[in-house]
Nanobody
Framework: QVQLVESGGGLVQTGGSLRVSCAAS????????MAWFRQAPGKEREFVAV???????YYADAVKGRFTISRDYSKNTVYLQMDSLKAEDTAVYYC?????????????????WGRGTQVTVSS
């Protein structure tokens, strides 16, 4: 497992932008699949975006075209740039890491998690 620490959440108005970050410990960052999930009150944790160790990305339909996941390998950090935010994007955002690509949308298959960072979009 790796240690993951998120930062950068906050309050933003509808249509605004926010970037959350996730710093990973250890020297295995380049080989890990890194993903973002979110959980709104009363709802299940849902997949948002993933960054493959080889460099590709994939997004949930709800955020495609608005969110961008990226990595800085020199800083062992993964980012989620969120633009054109909507009220329904309000949630706690979690960073997660794993090896392997099967079932990448299922949170149960990730073995390292951050504590989460709150993102609130006001309408």
């Amino acid at each position: 497992q790796v240690q993951l620490v998120e930062s950068g959440g906050g309050l933003v108005q509808t249509g605004g932008s926010l970037r959350v970050s996730c710093a990973a410990s250890g020297r295995t960052f380049s080989s890990l699949v890194m993903a973002w999930f979110r959980q709104a009150p009363g709802k299940e944790r849902e997949f948002v975006a993933v960054s493959w160790s080889g460099g590709g990305t994939y997004y949930a339909d709800a955020v495609k075209g608005r969110f961008t996941i990226s990595r800085d390998y020199s800083k062992n950090t993964v980012y989620l740039q969120m633009d054109s935010l909507k009220a329904e994007d309000t949630a706690v955002y979690y960073c997660a890491a794993r090896r392997g690509v099967a079932n990448f949308k299922d949170w149960e298959f990730y073995d390292s998690w951050g504590r989460g960072t709150q993102v609130t979009v006001s309408s």
